[in-house]
């Protein structure tokens, strides 16, 4: 006897969880690096800027991270398409999910210094937090100077979240302090040289409050810190870095509280996307499970706990 259960697609509902995961990251990254930017006051907040974003990356990440892998950067959604380590339509999901949470973040910003007294063009304000070479750089960095800045940077930040979220790196829970005290360390360059942050999300979201030479200058801050997220997602798949095949088993039930053995896509393995056939014989004796798989999201590794 055989009898057809009808088992409705997840996939679609599992990545739209994940891009969400990820606007609201980035959403979380661009009000504190953004507000403290405009805001801090050394005498009486002596945290600095960098710092403070580089802690918020690492919250983002413990946070959010398990349901999406933390990118909360275009640069790193590249530099895992670049190697390898994800798929086309996920990346292209995740950018979109971090220039919209980038733009929610700085309204908010924004929506705050409309409020505050004596501040008679907020765009102006917003001009000292945003990214800028030439004139508008701190120490007049030209173009050449701050793309060079910038690739490397990128290369570097996207070489660290490769590298402690690769599936045999044994340390790799430790990637939201490790890629947090990049950010900070890098940001502490880039602020110092025209508010570079290394990420064209944030980027994005404080040229489009700022004013117009802002968006005139916007191209470095995408082509740069991709490029550099290029070359570093080609460094790894030389060495090949990608997510390796995974070990055939037999799916087990999922456990409710999302910090499992397995990701969302090992289960998707287990079903087709629009029905599953459960097959019950009469009087033939069980059959041996069926090996089967998984398909790998290797943007969340280092939380699936899985081994090599």
Same mark, same amino acid.
């Given at each position: 006897?055989?009898?057809?259960?009808?088992?409705?697609?997840?996939?679609?509902?599992?990545?739209?969880?994940?891009?969400?995961?990820?606007?609201?990251?980035?959403?979380?990254?661009?009000?504190?690096?953004?507000?403290?930017?405009?805001?801090?006051?050394?005498?009486?907040?002596?945290?600095?800027?960098?710092?403070?974003?580089?802690?918020?990356?690492?919250?983002?990440?413990?946070?959010?991270?398990?349901?999406?892998?933390?990118?909360?950067?275009?640069?790193?959604?590249?530099?895992?398409?670049?190697?390898?380590?994800?798929?086309?339509?996920?990346?292209?999901?995740?950018? #979109?999910?971090?220039?919209?949470?980038?733009?929610?973040?700085?309204?908010?910003?924004?929506?705050?210094?409309?409020?505050?007294?004596?501040?008679?063009?907020?765009? $102006?304000?917003?001009?000292?937090?945003?990214?800028?070479? #030439?004139?508008?750089?701190?120490?007049?960095?030209?173009?050449?100077?701050?793309?060079?800045?910038?690739?490397?940077?990128?290369?570097?930040?996207?070489?660290?979240?490769?590298?402690?979220?690769?599936?045999?790196?044994?340390?790799?829970?430790?990637?939201?302090?490790?890629?947090?005290?990049?950010?900070?360390?890098?940001?502490?360059?880039?602020?110092? $040289?025209?508010?570079?942050?290394?990420?064209?999300?944030?980027?994005?979201?404080?040229?489009?409050?700022?004013?117009?030479?802002?968006?005139?200058?916007?191209?470095?801050?995408?082509?740069?810190?991709?490029?550099?997220?290029?070359?570093?997602?080609?460094?790894?798949?030389?060495?090949?870095?990608?997510?390796?095949?995974?070990?055939?088993?037999?799916?087990?039930?999922?456990?409710?509280?999302?910090?499992?053995?397995?990701?969302?896509?090992?289960?998707?393995?287990?079903?087709?996307?629009?029905?599953?056939?459960?097959?019950?014989?009469?009087?033939?004796?069980?059959?041996?499970?069926?090996?089967?798989?998984?398909?790998?999201?290797?943007?969340?590794?280092?939380?699936?706990?899985?081994?090599?």
């Amino acid at each position: 006897m055989t009898t057809t259960v009808s088992v409705p697609s997840s996939r679609g509902s599992r990545l739209l969880a994940r891009a969400f995961a990820e606007a609201l990251g980035t959403l979380f990254l661009v009000v504190i690096g953004l507000g403290v930017l405009i805001f801090i006051n050394p005498q009486a907040v002596p945290m600095p800027a960098s710092l403070a974003s580089g802690l918020t990356v690492t919250a983002a990440m413990l946070a959010f991270g398990y349901l999406s892998g933390g990118h909360f950067n275009p640069a790193i959604t590249v530099g895992h398409l670049v190697a390898g380590r994800m798929k086309l339509v996920d990346g292209a999901a995740y950018l #979109g999910a971090q220039i919209v949470g980038g733009l929610l973040g700085a309204l908010a910003i924004f929506a705050v210094v409309r409020t505050v007294p004596g501040i008679t063009d907020s765009r $102006t304000v917003f001009d000292t937090a945003t990214s800028g070479f #030439g004139t508008h750089s701190s120490f007049q960095v030209p173009v050449t100077g701050v793309m060079l800045i910038e690739v490397l940077g990128a290369a570097l930040l996207v070489g660290v979240f490769l590298g402690v979220t690769a599936r045999r790196n044994p340390s790799k829970l430790a990637a939201p302090f490790a890629v947090g005290l990049t950010v900070a360390v890098l940001l502490q360059l880039g602020q110092s $040289t025209g508010n570079l942050a290394f990420n064209p999300a944030r980027a994005t979201a404080s040229a489009i409050f700022s004013s117009s030479w802002a968006v005139e200058q916007l191209w470095l801050f995408w082509v740069a810190p991709l490029v550099g997220a290029a070359i570093a997602g080609l460094i790894f798949r030389g060495f090949g870095e990608t997510a390796p095949a995974a070990v055939a088993e037999v799916e087990e039930p999922l456990p409710a509280d999302g910090w499992d053995e397995k990701s969302d896509d090992d289960a998707e393995a287990a079903v087709p996307e629009s029905a599953a056939e459960v097959s019950t014989p009469a009087v033939a004796p069980a059959a041996a499970p069926a090996e089967v798989k998984p398909d790998v999201d290797p943007a969340r590794d280092f939380f699936d706990g899985k081994r090599d």
